[in-house]
């Protein structure tokens, strides 16, 4: 098992027989509010690529989760803590995977630093108390050049509340900032193919989050599926030779 799946009680739940409840918190990011598929979707399919299992009679399959999507766009972590009593605790996940602080990070919002840290460190705690662990995402780097054009003070604090969550999630992390940042830095049009506007995927773009993340949980997607993402496939191992050039 990925050092991930061994911190994360969720696959110790499903080893035990258990369905359990797999949810996605934070804003536009995590809601799908575009067609095509979304990053929790291929999440979705490889927990039960990898679990799911037909009766005895073979006349029925038993699945082992139940994947509920959280996310809602515009909002701040003080929002998702607003909210989380309707739309977190009723179902008591076993499992949360938030990406949350674009939003915060926009002065606008007037969320500070320190409140964003105690914002995190809250929704944890509320998480925990349920049972469930917290799984924190980064997000993938923004159009850094596009977006300091229409939105500069925005765009500086991009990074810093991204290190904050870093912080904050510890061991139980999944930093797709560093990864999509290599690729910014290194070929900028390349990036952008993977981006619908300066801080939003298109398809191929969640492709590569949900790829990745099935391969960091140490769940399956099987092969008879690829040559219809093949966009996806195709940059997340440019993205793999990237970060081997950089570890050299």
Same mark, same amino acid.
């Given at each position: ?169 510890? &061991?139980? $992390? /999944?930093? %797709? ?10 070929? !900028?049009? #390349?990036?952008? @193919?993977?981006?619908? &506007?300066? $801080? /939003?995927? %298109? ?10 993340? !099935?391969? #960091?949980?140490? @769940?399956?997607?099987? &092969? ?20 081997? @050039?950089?570890?050299?």
């Amino acid at each position: 098992m990925s050092k991930l799946s061994e911190k994360l009680r969720v696959f110790q739940r499903i080893a035990e027989g258990k369905t359990v409840h797999i949810l996605a918190l934070g804003s536009s990011n995590t809601e799908h509010f575009m067609v095509g598929a979304h990053w929790f979707d291929y999440v979705n399919m490889g927990f039960m690529h990898k679990f799911r299992k037909w009766t005895d009679l073979r006349d029925s399959v038993l699945t082992t989760q139940l994947c509920l999507n959280a996310g809602t766009s515009n909002h701040t972590t003080g929002e998702l803590l607003a909210r989380f009593d309707r739309d977190v605790a009723p179902f008591k996940p076993d499992l949360v995977i938030l990406t949350a602080g674009i939003n915060d990070a926009n002065p606008s919002r007037n969320v500070s630093q320190d409140q964003f840290r105690k914002n995190l460190i809250e929704l944890r705690s509320r998480v925990n108390a349920l049972d469930g662990d917290m799984l924190f995402q980064t997000y993938y780097a923004c159009d850094l050049e596009k977006m300091t054009e229409t939105y500069p003070e925005w765009a500086a604090n991009y990074e810093p509340y991204t290190k904050i969550t870093m912080e904050v999630a510890g &061991d139980l $992390l /999944h930093d %797709n900032f560093t990864r999509w940042e290599r690729l910014r830095k290194y070929d !900028i049009k #390349a990036f952008r @193919l993977l981006l619908r &506007d300066s $801080l /939003h995927l %298109n398809p191929e773009g969640n492709g590569v989050i949900g790829l990745d993340l !099935i391969r #960091a949980l140490d @769940l399956k997607l099987p &092969d008879e599926n690829l040559p219809w993402i093949r966009g996806s496939v195709f940059a997340q191992r440019c993205m793999d030779l990237l970060e081997a @050039l950089d570890n050299k």
